[in-house]
């Protein structure tokens, strides 16, 4: 019996041992430079029916300024009149400054056409704020209207398991499996939760944006596919955002 125990404890802690040493490995040389990369030169690309790029989008903090602009997303947009986060406001400019259509683009599904754009120029946008840390805007009665529908999308439970979001982010120190699921209700800190998407996924061996991770965590919560960039995507992004103040972003992160 002892001796069971005894072997069983060293061997989960080389399972974790190995597990900490693949991590370290996979940083080094973190796959998400690689869209990081691409959503660069899209960004400085003449693309679209108006021929144009997208170095004049106005992503919150001004006309092509990028630092510091994802910390502060999702916020209230006076010119679209919306709530909108980096991913939907990268389709807006598209729209306005190259000419595509922004409806055809949001229907693409992830990781296709003009939607795995979208992920590249997130990418890159994010990480130009490295090592700043979120600061959400709450000045705008939307901006305040959205953290409580945020709050109340968050802990709203349904579907066939009666799960929502809190159920298994809402408390400290959970996991599925060797995952940690991190207290979405607090800040979680640097680097975790809303300050770690975009992230490569070496599961999938895809690069993954906030609203295609937002998307598989309502599949895990049984509940409908929300569209994307839909006001309950961008509320929970707001409530999440807002959470995280003071974390410091890591993006481009990279994930199991
Ligand atoms: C059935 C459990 C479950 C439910 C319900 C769930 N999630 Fe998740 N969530 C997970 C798992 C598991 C992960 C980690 C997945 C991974 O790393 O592959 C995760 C990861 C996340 C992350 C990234 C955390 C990080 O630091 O990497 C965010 C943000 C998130 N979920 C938000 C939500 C939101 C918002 C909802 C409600 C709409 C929700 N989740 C519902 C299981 C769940």
Redesign the pocket.
């Known amino acids: 019996m002892v001796l069971v125990s005894v072997a069983s404890a060293a061997s989960a802690q080389s399972a974790a041992d190995g597990i900490a040493k693949y991590r370290e490995m996979l940083q080094d040389g973190n796959p998400a430079e690689l869209f990081e990369m691409k959503g660069e030169e899209l960004w400085k690309q003449v693309r679209g029916p108006k021929k144009a790029s997208l170095e004049k989008c106005d992503l919150g903090e001004g006309p092509g300024v990028l630092k510091g602009a994802f910390v502060k997303l999702p916020r209230y947009f006076a010119d679209t009149g919306r709530m909108q986060d980096l991913e939907s406001r990268l389709v807006t400019c598209m729209e306005t400054l190259q000419g595509f259509n922004a409806a055809e683009v949001m229907k693409t599904p992830f990781g296709r056409g003009e939607m795995a754009n979208v992920t590249a120029l997130a990418t890159y946008v994010a990480t130009q704020s490295k090592g700043l840390r979120f600061d959400l805007p709450q000045g705008h009665a939307e901006e305040r209207k959205f953290y409580e529908l945020g709050k109340r ?2 802990f709203q439970r349904g579907g066939t398991h009666d ?3 809190a ?3 809402g408390e400290n120190d959970k996991r ?1 499996r060797l ?1 940690d ?2 207290n ?1 209700t607090k800040n ?1 800190g640097d680097g ?3 300050a ?2 975009p ?1 490569y ?1 070496v ?1 999938n061996g895809q690069m993954w944006s ?1 609203q295609l ?2 998307n598989d ?2 599949r ?2 049984r ?1 409908p596919e929300p569209k994307f960039a839909s006001d309950v995507t961008i509320a ?1 992004g707001v409530y ?1 955002g807002v959470n995280a103040k003071g974390a410091e972003s890591a993006v481009p992160t990279i ?2």
Do not use: D, E, N
């Open positions: 999308a968050f799960f929502s979001c159920t298994c982010h599925i995952q699921l991190p979405l979680p975790v939760g809303f770690a998407w992230a996924r599961s906030m991770r937002l965590c309502y895990q919560q509940f929970l999440m994930k199991r």
